[in-house]
């Protein structure tokens, strides 16, 4: 099979990137490999959509970082939707927010375009329109998401702090990797205002009740169609573990990845969105789970999966290349 990966800039993909996992294993299940920058998609003069795209030489590769290597040294060639039988939209928006708001939606747009022209697209366009912010964690039921308000007007968060023992947690309703969440309690009360001001100049800001369990870390659990992701018998599970005080558990700032287990309140939470998430389409996703509460979905490049089968000791990559694999040979077999 022909796979592209669709990133938000190749060169700043790093070697430790669940993409970059993906890929690797994509290439020595000995399929052809295409990286896509948001910035590379073009709409072809025949009707297609395509890119500008560099392409995995046919060669062995002995790690991640020497994969990445190589794609930089490739060169740029034409691909078309024809061409591809998996496209995987591995690309976060939220990244693009300030630097460069023209690629935000960019990936969702041609992802659509190259759906209804016969590749498999991964996760689903459609389905993602409605997961494009933190806003779609409120579609689940109420029972496992935290006390929410998503608003512009600090009276309200001032409300909802004040009805919430005065410690909350604010972040923006566009955002990812732990940027600009903050606990607001009583002795930052002071700062709220401003707080608010600084999250809404992008947007808008989520206000949430802050669970005492956050102070144990996280869970970041991943589904593979709406079921949790296991190779060998092991989840891909990992329990993310602030570090210094800091509220955030991503591991990207700061935060410490330990192995983590499958409880019952886990398989309650899965039990509940599953039904949903397949019917969105969404392939793979990370849920951000504290306590019983599931605090985001995560349906764009969620990561952590390598971190996941160092700490299981197992590599979770193959099953997700598999299921990649059924997904396209399921579409074209009902097409033909």
Known sequence: MNIGFLVNQTHKEGAEYTTTGLALE?????????????????????????????????????????????????????????????????????ADLESRPW?????????????????????????????SSKMYLQY??????????ITRNIADVEAFYRDHQRKIIL?????????????????????????????????????QEYLPEARKG??????????VLETDGKPAAIRRVQ??????????????????TLNKQLREIVEVVSPKLRKDGMFLVGLD?????????NVFSPGGLRHAGKLHGTDFFPTVIAAVEEQAAARRHKTA
């Open 289 to 297: 789970v504290v306590g019983d509460k599931l605090m985001e979905i």
């Open 26 to 94: 994509a290439h020595r299940m000995g399929h052809q490999v295409y990286y896509i920058g948001v910035g590379d998609l073009a709409y072809l003069a025949n009707g297609q959509m395509g890119a500008h795209a560099r392409s995995l030489p046919d060669r062995e590769f002995r790690s991640p970082a020497t994969l990445l290597e190589a794609l930089r040294e490739s060169k740029k060639e034409p691909v078309s939707a024809k061409q591809l039988d998996a496209l995987l939209l591995r690309n976060d928006p939220a």
């Open 171 to 207: 972040k923006p309703l566009k955002g990812s990797g732990g940027k600009n969440v903050f606990l607001v309690d009583k002795k930052d009360s002071k700062n709220m205002k401003q707080i608010v001001e600084a999250i809404c100049r992008d947007g808008f800001a989520i206000a």
């Open 103 to 131: 690629a935000q939606d960019a990936g969702i747009s041609f992802g659509q375009l190259a759906s209804e022209q016969g590749v498999t697209v991964l996760n689903d366009p459609h389905g993602l329109v409605y997961a």
């Open 218 to 227: 996280d869970i970041r659990l991943f589904l593979l169609n709406g079921e």
């Open 243 to 260: 570090q210094g005080g800091d509220i955030r558990s991503n591991i990207h700032q700061g935060g410490e990845a330990k192995k983590a």
């Open 140 to 149: 689940f039921p109420e029972k496992v998401r935290p006390s929410t308000i």
